[in-house]
Every structure is written in C-alpha cells, then in structure tokens.
C-alpha cells in the first residue's frame, strides 16, 4: 500500500526536535542525578544516597536564603500584581487617550533594558540613598523585585483583559449595576485566571533573580540564587545538586499550576 | 440640565482621570526602581572615578573616551581600546551565533509541537515551559555538570575511546555559546510555537496542489507565516544574550568576558563607576538598535496584512 | 382611538464620530422618530446605516453629539445606563460564563437590590416564560447558542424594563431556529406588553414581525410605516430597492393629483400608478413595480420582450424579460404541481402591469 502523504510533514524535523528536547533534558537529568550521590565529589557515582539533601537542610545559610528568596518574592509578586492588575484596567479596552502608548512603553521598560544595566543603576542609585537615610534593609530588593516583576505580572492580566467580550461589562451596566458594582460581579470573576497567573509568574520570577539582587542586596541578604552563585564560584560538592533539584521541583509545581490557570478558558 | 454632549465629556474626562490614578503605582515603582535610575546611570558616566569606587562629582568625558580609544600611560598617545572592543565583538557575535543556532534547533521544534494533534500538544508545549521557568543559574550550572573535565560528554568521549584524556570544554568561548544556546532555546521555541499555531494548513495543502515539493513549502509558504515569530524569537534571544552575565560567567570562567561582566568589572575590582556606566549606556544603545529594528519590522508587516 | 404617549422619542439626534485627523463619521444625522407604547418597533438598514448607533443611545451606551432622547416625555441625557428603565438583548447574548442560567436571569434585580425571594420567584416565571425551566443551574456555556439566546431575553425581561432593546439578536442562529426565534418574539412581546426595539438588516425578518418599520440609510431615516406600506408604498427608490425585489421603470408623468398619476414609459405604453406626493407633470419619474403584482402574456401587454432566464424557486418561478428597452424586467409567478411556467427561453412574451401594481418614486 502506498503511504499516505502527510501535508505537514517535513523533512528531518521530527528528528531535530526530539534532539532539542533530548539536548533540553540532559543537562537537567544529569543535575538531578548527581544530587543523589553518595560521594565529596562530584567527579564519580557511587551510589545513591540523599545525603546531600540532609546536607543542605542542615545549611543555616542555606535555609536563611531560602526563606529570604521566599518573603522578596511573595511581597515583591504581590505588590507588582496588585499594580500591574490597575495598570491592566487603565490601558485596555478604551479609545487612544494621550500618554497610553507612552505608559504601555514605561511600564514594559524593565523588559527592554538589559538586566546587568538594571543592576548597575540600582546599585549606584541605591548606594546613595543607603549612605543618606542609613536604611539597608530589604526594602531595597523588595523595590527593585517589585519593579522589574510589574511587566510580568502585567502580560497575562492585559491578555485576559483584552480577550474579554466588552459587551458583558455594558450587560452589566444596562443591568442596574454601577461601575464598582460591575467591577466587582463581572470584571474582577472573570479577570482572576489571569491575575492568578501573573501573580506566579511574578513570584517565579522574583525568585529566579540573580543579577539584580546580586548588585542591590547589603552584606548578609543573599537570595538562595545569589548564594548558589557564591558557591559554584568557589568550586561545587553535590550539595549544590541537592539544592538545584528542590528549586527545580518548586518550578515545576508553579509552572504546572500555572499552565492549569492560564489553560482554563471561560 | 446638562445636555447629552455635556455629560458625554463630562464622563470621557473622568474616566481618563481614573486611568490616571490606576495606572499611578505601576509608573510610580518602575520610575523609582527601573527608569530614574537608568538616567542617573547617563549624569554618573560624565563624572570622574572616586578613589574606592563611586564617583567624584566632577565633570569628565574621560570614561566615554575609554569606551572606544585607550590613552598609553607613558607617552599619552591615543589608540583604539583593543581590548573593549574586542569584548563588545565577542558579545555580538556570540548573541548572533546564539540567536543562529536557537533558530536552528527551534525551528523545527515548534514546528514538531504545532503539527501534534490538539490534544497533545500541551504535552510537548508543556516540556518546554518547564526549562524556561526552570532558574537560570540552575540551568547554567546543570550545562557546567555535562562540560567540566569529568562530566558526560568527557565520560562518554572517553568511554568511547575517541579521548584518552579529558578535552577542556569549560571556560571555553564553547562553553559560553553552548550554555546560552541552552539557557535561551525555550525563548526561541515559544514565540515561533504561537505563530506556528496559526497556520491554516490548507494553505500548505494548496502549495502542494499547485505542485510545490516539501521544500518549497517550507521557504515559499510555512517561513513567510511565520515570520513575525522568527523575528520575535530572534529578538528575544539576541537581546538577554547580549546582556548577559550569569552564563558567561559560570562557564566562561575569568578570561572569556562578554560586556555584562565587563561592566561588573568597573563596578567591582575595576573601582571605575563612570566607565561602568558609560559601558551600561553602550550596551542598552545596541539594545535599542535591536528593538527598533523589530518594531519596524513588525510594523511593516502589519501594514502589510491589512 | 385615544392619543398615544411615545414610549420614546428621538428629537433631532445626531451622532458624529470624531476620527482620526479630519475624517469624521455623521452615524446619525438629524434623526427624529416617536415610537409608541406596546409597540414592536424595527430599525431596519444595511450595515452602517445608523441603526445600532440608535439603538445604543437610547440604552445609555453612547452620547449624542446634538439632540433629545426622552422616555415617556423624560429627557435621559443624564441619566447613566444603569438608571435607565431600558434593557438590552445583545447580537453576542453577552451571557455572563461565569454564572448560571439563573444568575444571570436574575443579575438585574440583584443589582437594583431585591430580597432574595423576590428574586427567586421571578427568575423562575422568567424561565418558564422562555421554556428554560430544565437548565436552570446549567452554566452558560453548556447551553446551545438557542438556549443562549433565551436566556439572553428572560435577563433582560426579568427587571421588566418599559422598554426592550434587541440588536440584531437572531443573526446567530441558523435558518430553521430563527424562524422559530421570531415568532417566539412576537409572543413575547404579547404577552408582556413591553415596548419592543429590534434593531435588523434583514427585511424578511422586520417585516414578518413588526408592528411598525422604520427604514434606515446613511445615518437618516427613510421612512416609517407599517410592513405593508414600506413595502407596497415605498417612499423612495432606496427603500423600495432595499425591501424585497423591484423592477424600476422610467418615465414622463402626464397627469398627476390624489395620490395619482398617470406615467408615459419610454415604450409609448400608459400606465396609472399610485402616488406618494404629487409631481409635477411632464417630469421625469422613476415607477417601481413588484415583480409579482405584473402578468406575463403570450402575446402584446404594456410592457414587450424576450424571455432570457428562468429561475424555478420551489415555491415560485423568477422569468427575466429583455425588454425592447433594454432592461430586464422580472416576473414572479407562482407555482402549481401540474405543470411547469408555461413559458421558454427566448420567447417573445407581453407584460401587463395592473392598476395601483406601480408606485410612483422620489428619486
């Protein structure tokens, strides 16, 4: 029998994809592997253990930066969701007003500049003020996550925001509901996968922070990423591994979540 | 009583003010935390080196004259700074070879993803979000796991016979175009992905009505489609390559810089604030150049589909 | 008969879109109509004609930019959409997915903040009005776009508004289901003597349902009037070529006076036609004559030609005539099981127009 002839089939592009996933997968299956050896180093397997894990757990450091990584993430999300979500609402669904494009273009701006920049600008901004007020506490991280969160928190919220049928809200209106009332029975309802997802994204992205941190954070406040940065510097032991393989597993939970969220159509 | 026209004007006026107010904090903290301080960072390049970093608050164009030229210590002749623009070209055309190679292994991939049927690609969608919300750093260090002396691929070279002894992968330029290939493939898949998704594909089948062979296909109907996706794919990975610093770092050890490390250098052991910050306005200037190019470029095509 | 107080009343209202630079769109232009109480009263144009504009004004969507609206002799101007005592049915429904059948009915009255019970009992007679009771707690969009579209209408009846706005609300369904839909309307309309707006592009549908008819273009009204007089006595050669199909003569008026007119056609044939306003005569006119109100004969009429097309229908059968003219005239004939029009391609063939079968048109 002749074979069918498949219009969308190209020529060795099956192969090199499942060679991009193969590629994506290895260096990550080969870290995650690792963090179960039971050896100093991390040149030869021999044998599974989790003792690398009681390692890390048992790092005062490690679990100081981890839940640091957690409170500037879950403070730096929130307040960049709750301001992206009013952003969303001012600049979707309405006729051109003067100064749209350019609030589009200012609150988009932390994803156009290179993040080393960023970091430069902070730290000499930063370090000005520190010397002034004598203040050198989180707040600093805690702004500048914030701030380079607002575009992601604010990507999924406009998208929602965008798909959303007008007329449902003007149903409202014609139904006796006032503006604050259709705010909160029929915009904010069906808003909400949306505000949801941005708000992970924020949070995955707060915690995935190097860079700035890195330039902006005082003695002492190392994020569990800039801590891991310090340590690979100064050459590895599985313990590294270990922890790489809880973060990632803390990935894979969000993303999971978040496709969930951000799949759920109305 | 205020007629209709009175109150219709009365209420566009509000609602731009409401607009106004809600649109306040997110301005208010990208101002304070992103773009004030990118203007400091243009005033802090025409100042003059502090002694232990920082700067002195004299005017001095000396930090933008090093970017491109180097004064000789003993004779104060001007030459080109071999030494910048070799790091500047280096960043460039790893970031291109970056850029080259995503494309190469993307391209194909999210083709593969939008041609499974509907229900299971979420699943292939899926795999590749998981890299791409997967920290960076972690990324990068899981590429050290299989480059280092007696990681995988030296394992396997060895294994193999084709090495006898280990072959120096790391803190190679290798090492840096691998790990960000790496870290940027998902950046590339995604976008390409969305606009491969669209594709009416009776359009593919009147290409091989109209006798076409596969390969035409390809170049004549399928990339034309696409192409606000490559561009968009292209321009996402061109950029956070340029900028990088984390990758280069890790994997390109001390000697193979590229501009963001450069510029930490000034801002660290350098102890030079204002050639850090005349260096930072050089890289977001070739930044800018990207973006306009891929605005243009997105605008035209939209012009050019009605 | 007693005077009849407006339900509501456009006075002069005009809508202009300001656009980008110089271009500005006139949607409304000087519009006056006074729509009665009970009435099922249709907008009815081509796309752009002004119709939903209007339609939107008097929801509270949209300002006009000179002019009055009143409800029942109210000027609603300053009234915003959620004050004023008018509901709509969207084109898209606008069911809101994030609630049931139910809630939505009731979302009107729990926003004007009636008790509960009230509400309950409502939204129930609202389901059973529209045959819903089965998919009460069904979400919105587990239902077919039919059922959709009842739920649409039982939401926007349940506050019992004095006056119902419909915008194109049929245009979704399917042929069978829209004929159904229409007279389901109709009944409703009955039956909860509520001013009914029904804003359409399709004649068939304005004229199977309305009470009156009010014909749209370019931001004017044509013509308001009854089915019967917007399509028998058209005002103006666009609302006759608008509704229905139309063959339009020309001609010199002879005598005119009482509604009407005697017409000389170029072919030298006299014919008598009613009459909208008087015209002068000697005067050039345009006569309009419904292709079923004129006769094919074998043989001589007041109209002579060559038979080019013939078109079988079903229910009827459409025969062009090349006039000697030049034009083509076309002939409805009804038909019958026995045999076929009697007629064949490229037959010389007489067409008889009867008297009152023309109107007379302002061109």
Redesign the interface.
């Known amino acids: 029998m002749a074979k069918r ?1 498949d ?8 192969s ?2 499942i ?3 193969f ?6 299956a ?2 995650v592997v ?1 963090a179960f050896n039971d050896n100093d180093s ?3 397997w021999k044998g599974f253990s989790l003792r690398w894990f009681h390692v890390a757990w048992n790092n005062g450091l490690v679990i100081e930066s981890s839940i640091r990584s957690f409170q500037i993430a879950a403070v730096a999300a929130l ?2 969701t ?3 979500t ?2 969303a ?3 979707t669904r ?1 006729n051109p ?1 003067r ?1 749209l494009t350019f ?1 589009y273009a ?2 988009n ?2 994803l ?7 970091a ?6 930063f ?1 000005r003020i520190k010397i002034w007020t004598g203040y050198s506490g989180l707040g600093y991280l805690v ?2 996550h ?3 969160c ?1 575009p992601f928190a ?1 990507l999924p919220i406009r998208a929602r925001l965008e798909s959303m ?1 007008l ?2 809200e ?9 503006k604050w ?1 259709t705010f909160r ?2 915009t904010l ?2 808003l909400w996968p949306g505000i949801l997802a941005g708000l992970m994204l924020a949070f ?1 992205v707060s ?2 922070d ?2 700035i941190t890195e ?1 902006v954070k005082s003695g002492g406040q190392d994020t569990l ?1 800039t801590y ?2 310090g340590q ?2 100064r050459g ?1 032991t599985p313990e ?2 270990a922890i ?1 393989t809880a ?2 597993l803390l ?2 939970g ?3 979540a ?2 969930f969220v951000s ?1 759920k159509r ?1 | 009583m205020a007629t209709a026209s009175e109150v219709a004007e009365q209420a566009e006026r509000d609602d731009i003010r409401l607009r106004w107010l809600l649109s306040a904090p997110a301005l208010l903290i990208v101002f304070l935390a992103a773009l004030g301080p990118l203007l400091i960072v243009v005033v802090y390049s025409f100042l003059t080196p502090g002694n232990y970093g920082d700067v002195k608050w004299q005017f001095s164009t000396d930090a933008w004259v090093s970017v491109l030229f180097e004064r000789d210590v003993f004779d104060d002749t001007v030459s080109f700074a071999t030494a910048y623009l070799s790091i500047f070209w280096r960043s460039v055309s790893l970031s291109l070879a970056t850029t080259v190679l995503t494309l190469t292994l993307g391209f194909p991939t999210a083709y593969f993803i939008a041609t499974r049927p509907d229900h299971r690609r979420d699943i292939w969608l899926f795999l590749i979000t998981i890299p791409f919300w997967t920290n960076l750093l972690i990324r990068t260090f899981a590429m050290q796991e299989v480059l280092r002396n007696d990681g995988i691929i030296n394992s396997a070279l060895q294994l193999l016979g084709i090495a006898d002894h280990p072959v120096q992968l790391m803190y190679t330029n290798f090492a840096v175009l691998a790990g960000m290939v790496y870290v940027f493939l998902p950046l590339m898949v995604l976008p390409l992905y969305a606009s491969m998704e669209k594709i009416d594909f009776r359009l593919v089948e009147a290409g091989y009505d109209l006798y076409a062979t596969r390969f035409e296909v390809l170049r004549r109907i399928i990339v034309p489609l696409v192409t606000p996706g490559i561009v968009a794919g292209s321009i996402l990975v061109f950029i956070p390559s340029l900028g990088a610093y984390v990758t280069p770092r890790v994997l390109g050890g001390g000697t193979n810089l590229m501009i963001g490390n450069l510029i930490e250098l000034q801002f660290g052991q350098g102890r030079n604030w204002p050639l850090g910050a005349a260096l930072s306005i050089t890289l977001m200037v070739i930044v800018m150049v990207a973006l306009l190019f891929y605005v243009r470029n997105t605008t035209r095509s939209d012009g050019a589909h009605g | 008969m007693t005077a009849m107080r407006p339900a509501v009343e456009a006075n002069g209202v005009t809508r202009v879109f300001r656009g980008t630079g110089q271009d500005s769109v006139r949607a409304l232009d000087n519009v006056s109509v006074a729509i009665r109480e009970n009435e099922f009263f249709t907008l009815l144009g081509p796309s752009g004609c002004g119709k939903t504009t209007l339609l939107r004004l008097i929801a509270g969507f949209d300002f006009p930019t000179d002019g009055e609206i009143l409800l029942y002799g109210q000027d609603i101007a300053p009234l915003p959409p959620f004050r004023r005592p008018v509901n709509t049915v969207f084109q898209s429904y606008a069911l809101f997915p994030h609630m049931t059948v139910a809630d939505n009915i009731g979302f009107g009255l729990k926003m004007l903040g009636r008790p509960k019970a009230e509400i309950e009992v409502r939204v129930d007679a609202m389901l059973k009005l529209v045959h819903m009771q089965e998919l009460k707690n069904r979400r919105t969009s587990q239902i077919s776009g039919g059922q959709q579209q009842r739920v649409a209408l039982a939401r926007a009846l349940a506050p019992q508004p004095k006056v119902l706005l419909l915008d194109e609300p049929l245009s979704a369904l399917d042929y069978k289901l829209r004929k159904e839909m229409q007279i389901e309307l109709k009944r409703l309309q009955h039956e909860t003597g509520i001013t009914f707006i029904f804003v359409t592009h399709d004649q068939e549908e304005a004229l199977t349902m309305s009470d009156r008819i009010a014909v749209m273009s370019s931001g004017n009204i044509l013509q308001v009037g009854t089915p019967w007089d917007v399509y028998d006595h058209p005002a103006e050669r666009f609302v006759a070529d608008f509704i229905g199909e139309t063959n339009f003569l020309t001609g010199t008026v002879e005598s005119a006076g009482n509604g009407q007119a005697q017409v000389a056609l170029r072919s030298g044939a006299k014919i008598r036609a009613t009459a909208a306003v008087d015209f002068r005569v000697g005067s050039n006119a345009t006569l309009m004559v419904r292709p079923e109100h004129a006769k094919l004969v074998k043989g001589r009429g007041d109209l002579c030609g060559t038979i080019e097309n013939i078109v079988y229908f079903g229910t009827d059968t459409h025969i062009h005539v090349r006039l000697d003219e030049g034009d083509v005239f076309m002939v409805r004939q009804q038909n019958s099981r026995s045999a076929g029009c009697g007629f064949e391609n490229g037959t010389r063939v007489g067409i008889q127009i009867g008297d009152n079968a023309a109107q007379l048109l302002k061109d």
């Open positions: 002839f219009v969308r089939r190209q020529n060795g592009f099956v090199l994809a060679l991009c996933f590629l994506l997968y290895l260096p990550i080969t870290l690792y991390l040149a030869i307040l960049a709750i301001s992206a009013m952003a609402l001012a600049t309405t007003y100064g609030k200012f609150i701006q932390p156009m500049v290179p993040e080393i920049v960023t430069v600008a902070l730290l000499i901004v370090s702004a500048a914030t701030a380079f607002v604010y049928d007329a449902l003007t149903a409202a209106a014609d139904l006796y509901a006032t009332k029975h029929v309802p069906l995955v915690l995935d190097v860079v330039f990423p891991m940065l690979i510097r590895v590294i591994n790489s973060f990632l990935s894979i969000i993303v999971t978040f496709f799949r109305t």
